[in-house]
């Protein structure tokens, strides 16, 4: 029904910026909740950022808060995450998700591929 499309991720210096991009298709963009985990090499995904159907909140995880700042453009049907100070502990896959009604933040309906983001000391 929901297809999430990623992008943007590269290789970035630590200190530096990236935004990655997720391009939704199907369903009713305005009416999901979207988000972003990311999920580094050998361990467990882990959630990033959320925000509300219309952008007006926005919830982030303790590692990443003062940091990156998630938004979307319901118009666009996209969701953006742009990263800042960087640190090569971000160094991971991150993955767009959405979710008509997200209970919890770790539970989410619909995922896409993936973009890497590798920071590099």
């Known amino acids: 029904q929901v297809q999430l499309i990623e992008s943007g991720g590269g290789l970035v210096q630590a200190g530096g910026s990236v935004r990655v991009s997720c391009a939704a298709s199907?369903?009713?963009?305005?009416?999901?909740?979207m988000g972003w985990f990311r999920q580094v090499a050998g361990q467990e995904r882990e959630f990033v950022a959320a925000?509300?159907?219309?952008?007006?909140?926005?919830y982030y995880s303790d590692s990443v808060n003062g940091r990156f700042t998630i938004s979307r453009d319901n118009a666009k049907r996209r969701v953006y995450l742009q990263m800042s100070r960087l640190k090569p502990e971000d160094t991971a896959v991150y993955y767009c998700?959405?979710?008509?009604?997200?209970?919890?933040?770790?539970?989410?309906?619909?995922w896409g591929q993936g973009t890497q983001v590798t920071v590099s000391p």
């Open positions: 199907g369903g009713t963009f305005s009416s999901f909740f």
């Open positions: 998700v959405a979710d008509l009604a997200p209970e919890i933040w770790s539970r989410w309906d619909y």
């Open positions: 925000i509300a159907r219309t952008g007006g909140s926005t």
